[in-house]
């Protein structure tokens, strides 16, 4: 099972989601990115929030669908996007895609980059996803990944303390066994130089950036 949730960010960065590459997720909506999801033609198998940025005329488009809607009360403890992330990693998706997460408020932007420690928590694979970028949080191992002309720039952050053994091969700044510490911008703005590249480290949570302008 793949999963996709669409939060309330900028509509404009949110890509086409019926582009191939999609074609085998489910949807789930957070607050109005329920109705991103529905003016892309794609209905939700299940929406939560408080829906509070829907205005009367969404509401009722949304109410003509007949999608399920688990609601909220504005005053809440979780964002719209975290419950509706809750709900995907209790079934254990094989993938998770979060759109609609960036771009807007930057509490927002952040608190949804810092979601991506509770997917890894339980061993679910999560990716944010905007018109231009991929942002995935990696925990300690070797990923062999495959280049993507689309994304020109990787950039690499550590989101604990430190990144240990940090190793980066296939890149045109390649690194070895070296030690990222939070708050360092080493690692922005490599790019890849072969058709794949490996990322390695032993210790710490990277978070890897593939980016174009």
């Not at 932007?109 to 061993?123: D, G, H, R, W, Y």
């Not at 720039?153 to 390649?174: D, I």
């Amino acid at each position: 099972m793949k999963l996709a949730i669409v939060a309330g960010g900028p509509d404009v960065l949110v890509p086409d989601l019926r582009a191939p590459e999609y074609s085998d997720y489910d949807w789930i909506g957070a607050d109005h990115g329920t109705i991103v999801l529905l003016r892309q033609k794609i209905k939700p198998m299940i929406a939560f929030g408080d829906f509070d940025s829907l205005s009367d005329e969404e509401r009722e488009e949304v109410n003509g669908q007949h999608v399920l809607l688990v609601s909220y009360a504005p005053e809440k403890d979780k964002t719209d996007l975290e419950l509706a992330l809750d709900w995907a990693l209790n079934r254990k998706p094989e993938h998770c895609l979060i759109f609609g997460a960036t771009g807007g408020r930057m509490d927002h932007t952040l608190a949804s980059v810092q979601l991506l420690m509770k997917a890894v928590s339980q061993s679910v694979d999560v990716t944010i996803v905007d018109k231009n970028n991929r942002i995935t949080l990696l925990t300690p191992g070797t990923y062999p990944i495959r280049s993507n002309s689309s994304y020109r720039y990787l950039s690499f952050l550590a989101l604990t303390e430190k990144v240990v053994g940090l190793t980066l091969s296939g890149l045109k700044y390649p690194l070895q066994d070296a030690v990222l510490p939070l708050g360092s911008s080493r690692c922005i703005s490599n790019e890849a130089e072969e058709d794949s590249f490996t990322v390695s480290f032993s210790k710490g949570c990277l978070l890897m950036m593939q980016c174009r302008d």
